[in-house]
């Protein structure tokens, strides 16, 4: 987290700022040279217009797959789930060289950028080359992502997944799993390298199909930040982890770690209302990428009842087949209102806009996730900061007490007009300063592995 104290060396005044908690009009921000916000002090200050912001955390990125967006929406004769969409997905990534995947990851974070996510945190499980051989850098495809975020201004948080057995059963990593599969060595090799740089690091035990007991008792021990996981995405998954250790994953996964605030369960999807009830009492945050979830046909999580208790959720775009914020809240409150018939239903009677509660909890829920100093606008937080169009369509004339509703359930057409991180901009005019040759080698990428 940065450091409270930093003398400022920016200064900007901006016309209505949402600070994470209310609006303020004529807000006064100041930004420290370690790109923190700094507390306010007197002086010249840049007027920013619009309406800003804190920008959002990106809890759960798979980065590469944002070049497969689009190439598995073709039916197949034996039919289409999760574990047939792997399957592809494997098939895709045996492809990528290091080149490939900066360039992906590059793309990716431009995206992000423009729609209004400034942090991510990248769940990254491609390690090994085509063969399955560690590269001489053990961490060499992390730092090729670390290397994407650092062109592009986004700010990283890198979860290097450790993932060892196929299934319950504890057997090896199958062939098509080679570019993913470490023991606890090897994966803690690439936790130093990553370190080593000054990154920020957390861990990703991949799932408690992937991770023995043992082992992740051994790799949370390990941990250095936050620890990240998949649990109960699929139906499947939930009954074999039933058949192998008599209990839910979930609700094995309270009763075997200490579970706390440093973790995020990651599509917490097929869960029990006392599960969630669990959940939220342990501090943990439930990750959940409502895109994703719904175009591998998973399921529908029981968010209502999280937040019931108090609990936290925040959101990612996961395989990214979109990139949007406003859209993985819109699907997050839609989802329920499908499920419980009745319109916003995650609204509460002391924050009864839909669009501000969604967007509140999921800056806290993400900030929590990615390890803090995230997810405001006040002194100590990173200057990560968004600034809405005050011309877009969706938003003239409306009170600031419904501007966030507008901004996530009205603005089809990008709203987003500048983005900081850590203090320096890198969105203006809706699009990101290194659009254009991110994208040159985006195509140069895409263009080698269509050929």
């Not at 890198?158 to 606890?184: C, I, S």
């Not at 439930?286 to 175009?295: K, M, V």
């Not at 208790?309 to 209102?337: A, N, P, T």
């Not at 990560?384 to 507008?406: F, M, T």
Request: charged share 20%; with cysteine.
């Amino acid at each position: 987290m940065p450091s409270l104290g930093q003398r400022a060396v920016k200064r900007y005044r901006f016309e209505r700022l949402w600070t994470g908690a209310d609006w303020e009009r004529d807000a006064l921000v100041c930004v420290a040279e370690d790109g923190s916000v700094a507390e306010p002090t007197p002086g010249p200050a840049e007027l920013i217009h619009g309406y800003a912001l804190p920008g959002m955390p990106n809890l759960h990125s798979h980065a590469f797959q944002r070049a497969m967006a689009g190439l598995s929406e073709h039916a197949t004769q034996g039919g289409d789930s999760f574990w047939s969409w792997r399957d592809a997905m494997y098939r895709f990534v045996d492809r990528l060289e290091p080149e490939d995947v900066q360039a992906i990851a590059a793309q990716l974070y431009v995206e992000m950028l423009e729609a209004g996510y400034t942090s991510v945190g990248e769940f990254h499980y491609l390690h090994h080359d085509r063969d399955g051989s560690p590269y001489a850098r053990r961490a060499e495809l992390g730092l090729r992502v670390a290397e994407a975020a650092r062109s592009t201004g986004m700010d990283l948080v890198l979860l290097p997944v450790l993932y060892a057995t196929r299934g319950f059963d504890g057997a090896p990593a199958e062939h098509a799993q080679r570019r993913f599969a470490n023991d606890l060595d090897g994966f803690l090799r690439i936790v130093e390298e990553l370190q080593a740089e000054g990154l920020r690091v957390g861990v990703a035990p991949h799932s408690l199909r992937a991770v023995p007991p043992e082992l992740l008792a051994e790799c949370v021990a390990a941990a250095p930040g936050p620890i990240h996981m998949h649990v109960a995405e699929q139906v499947k998954e939930v009954d074999e982890h039933i058949a192998a250790r008599g209990a839910r994953p979930i609700e094995w996964l309270l009763s075997h770690a200490d579970v706390n605030e440093r973790w995020c369960l990651v599509h917490a999807t097929h869960t029990t209302v006392e599960e969630m009830h669990a959940l939220a009492l342990s501090g943990a945050v439930a990750g959940l990428c409502p895109t994703t979830e719904a175009n591998l046909g998973d399921g529908i999580p029981h968010v209502a009842e999280l937040l019931a208790r108090d609990g936290h959720f925040g959101i990612g775009s996961d395989s990214h087949v979109s990139v949007s914020v406003v859209e993985e809240l819109r699907w997050l409150e839609y989802v329920q209102r499908l499920s419980h018939w009745r319109r916003n239903a995650l609204a509460s009677s002391v924050v009864p806009s839909t669009g501000t509660r969604l967007y509140r909890q999921a800056l806290a829920g993400g900030a929590r996730a990615l390890g803090g100093g995230l997810g405001a606008v006040s002194p100590g937080h990173r200057a990560n900061i968004v600034v809405l169009d005050p011309e877009h369509p969706a938003l003239v004339g409306r009170p600031l007490d419904a501007l966030l509703d507008a901004y996530v359930f009205a603005s089809n057409r990008p709203a987003i007009q500048r983005v900081m991180v850590a203090g320096q901009w890198c969105v203006e005019d809706g699009r990101h300063v290194r659009r254009e040759p991110v994208f040159a080698a985006y195509r140069r990428t895409i263009d080698k592995l269509a050929d």
